[in-house]
């Protein structure tokens, strides 16, 4: 199409298409949109490299498939972790994701289609303002894989609240569905289908870049005022992370779902 630039940044389903200042990152994983170290690292580069384009001024960011937006960490490349330097290492790619959009000067859209687990929720918790659909039920199954959501925590809390984040990483079994989602404030909007939440988010987005651009990004700042020390602080939640991420616990967990 006549005006749109098309760039495919990974093999594994990372892509971005921008227009009229609107720039979109799709990612794409076989496993339910799950994450692994290459497609986390690859999110938050463009959004770093996007943020820093002189032609962009809004981001929306999306996965591919259906009923599922996210799945969380790639169990594949869990099972493959062996000391805690490479699970830090893993772990810190939610943490880039979360501090390339904390850091970012655009809004940042997110677009929620289907279920958001583990992981999944944190992407979400990240973006500036989200839109779902009656089918984007969250959970945060972390504790359940012996882990505990550490490095997305932040990004929840800061948008849902302690009382709700605390139900949701202790209550790690339970999907909570977009309604509790939206009235916790995760969500800003939940449609019915995902071609009327297309039409939300084109109308929002194109509303958007009509206004100051100077004016979004000041707003920017203070939307993310008081977390500058999360590069330190998420560093250290990963490093909780890759700890824990090899008990005997979680690696007989993992194998289990692995072998189903």
Same mark, same amino acid.
């Given at each position: 199409?006549?005006? /749109?630039? #098309?760039?495919? =940044?990974?093999?594994?389903?990372?892509?971005? =298409?921008?227009?009229?200042?609107?720039?979109?990152?799709?990612?794409?994983? $076989?496993?339910?949109?799950? &994450?692994?170290?290459?497609?986390?690292?690859?999110?938050? *580069?463009?959004?770093?490299? =996007?943020?820093?384009?002189?032609?962009?001024?809004?981001?929306?960011?999306?996965?591919?498939?259906?009923?599922?937006?996210?799945?969380?960490?790639?169990?594949?490349? &869990?099972?493959?972790?062996?000391?805690?330097?490479?699970?830090?290492?893993? !772990?810190?790619? !939610?943490?880039?994701?979360?501090?390339?959009?904390?850091?970012? $000067?655009?809004?940042?859209?997110?677009?929620?289609?289907?279920?958001?687990?583990?992981?999944?929720?944190?992407?979400?918790?990240?973006?500036?303002?989200?839109?779902?659909?009656?089918?984007?039920?969250?959970? *945060?199954?972390?504790?359940?894989?012996?882990?505990?959501? !550490?490095?997305?925590? $932040?990004?929840?809390?800061? #948008?849902?609240?302690?009382?709700? /984040?605390?139900?949701?990483?202790? @209550?790690?079994?339970?999907?909570?569905?977009?309604?509790?989602?939206?009235?916790?404030?995760? /969500?800003?909007?939940?449609?019915?289908?995902?071609?009327?939440?297309?039409?939300?988010?084109?109308?929002?987005?194109?509303?958007?870049? %009509? /206004?100051?651009?100077?004016?979004? #990004?000041?707003?920017? #700042?203070?939307?993310?005022?008081?977390? %500058?020390?999360?590069?330190?602080?998420?560093?250290?939640?990963?490093?909780?992370?890759?700890?824990?991420?090899?008990?005997?616990?979680?690696?007989?967990?993992? @194998?289990?779902?692995? @072998?189903?």
């Amino acid at each position: 199409m006549e005006g /749109y630039v #098309k760039a495919t =940044i990974a093999s594994d389903g990372i892509a971005t =298409i921008a227009s009229d200042g609107i720039a979109t990152i799709t990612f794409h994983h $076989p496993a339910q949109n799950s &994450l692994p170290g290459k497609i986390l690292n690859e999110i938050a *580069l463009k959004i770093d490299e =996007i943020g820093a384009s002189k032609d962009a001024k809004l981001i929306i960011l999306k996965s591919e498939g259906s009923r599922v937006f996210c799945a969380g960490a790639s169990f594949e490349e &869990l099972s493959s972790i062996t000391n805690k330097e490479a699970g830090r290492e893993f !772990f810190s790619g !939610f943490s880039k994701i979360i501090i390339a959009c904390s850091k970012c $000067p655009l809004i940042i859209l997110g677009r929620i289609h289907g279920k958001a687990v583990g992981g999944g929720v944190g992407v979400a918790a990240a973006t500036d303002y989200c839109f779902a659909t009656k089918d984007a039920s969250i959970k *945060l199954s972390e504790l359940v894989v012996g882990i505990g959501p !550490f490095v997305v925590g $932040p990004a929840v809390e800061r #948008k849902v609240g302690l009382s709700a /984040y605390s139900q949701l990483a202790l @209550n790690a079994a339970v999907f909570y569905d977009a309604q509790w989602a939206m009235s916790k404030g995760l /969500y800003a909007a939940v449609l019915d289908t995902e071609e009327l939440m297309d039409v939300a988010i084109n109308e929002f987005a194109k509303t958007l870049i %009509s /206004y100051n651009m100077d004016a979004l #990004k000041e707003l920017k #700042k203070v939307f993310w005022e008081g977390t %500058s020390h999360w590069d330190t602080l998420l560093n250290k939640r990963a490093v909780i992370s890759g700890a824990l991420v090899l008990s005997e616990h979680t690696k007989t967990f993992i @194998n289990t779902v692995k @072998n189903k």
